[in-house]
């Protein structure tokens, strides 16, 4: 590779790099899409309002339009892709559950410094506390007549330490071995000569030589 393709390469790496990076406050994109009756919608984004805000817990109500050719005997499950990373969260179902519950959907995200290393949610039942506040969303949801239905998505981050420190103990321990390795190496290598000398020398040297010198 020529000196020109390796700065351009690596000028690419770090604005992909900095592009994956967020801010405290930074709207983190994110993406939908249905299945139901075996059929699935496209990709659709997800209005900033409804999306996570990187470091921010909070909850928020994400409506669903009804889908083409959707019925109430259908479930309804979603999926969604998260960040520029486009983390990709399985099919979560929400609509016909078989649960008298009303459901929310948890989205846990996994970041660190500027960067998110994870995504993960799972659909849990609404507790009854939220059903006081929340009384129109849960009478809209089970009203088959009644879309977009919205569903309360709550957001939690949680922090990860930069610091490895079983990580860092393996690296250093690898450095360590192979830097010791390498000195090994060049330390035979510089004083093969003078080994082979001092052998030489001893091995002339010896009172067995000399008693076959006489023999002979």
């Not at 075996?38 to 109500?61: S, Y």
């Not at 990709?88 to 649960?99: D, M």
């Not at 830097?179 to 052998?199: D, G, H, P």
Request: charged letters at 20%; aromatic letters at 12%; proline letters at 6%.
């Amino acid at each position: 590779m020529t000196k020109i393709g390796l700065v351009t390469t690596t000028l690419m790496l770090i604005i992909i790099g900095c592009g994956a990076s967020y801010r405290p406050g930074d709207v983190v994109p994110m993406s939908r899409m249905g299945q139901y009756h075996a059929m699935r919608t496209n990709w659709h984004d997800v209005l900033g309002h409804h999306c996570p805000i990187f470091g921010v817990n909070r909850e928020v109500f994400l409506p669903i339009p009804k889908p083409t050719g959707y019925t109430g005997a259908d479930a309804f499950k979603i999926s969604f892709q998260v960040g520029r990373e486009k983390f990709l969260i399985p099919w979560l179902l929400v609509i016909n559950r078989k649960s008298p519950e009303l459901p929310m959907i948890d989205i846990h995200l996994r970041y660190s410094g500027a960067d998110i290393h994870g995504v993960t949610a799972k659909v849990v039942n609404m507790p009854h506390h939220y059903m006081e506040t929340h009384e129109t969303v849960a009478k809209d949801f089970w009203d088959p007549e009644s879309w977009p239905k919205r569903i309360v998505v709550r957001y939690f981050w949680e922090e990860r330490s930069e610091i490895d420190v079983s990580g860092g103990f393996y690296v250093l321990f690898g450095a360590g071995f192979l830097l010791t390795l390498v000195m090994a190496i060049y330390i035979l290598q510089s004083s093969q000569e003078k080994f082979v000398r001092f052998v030489r020398e001893n091995v002339g040297e010896s009172p067995l030589h000399a008693e076959e010198a006489k023999v002979e």
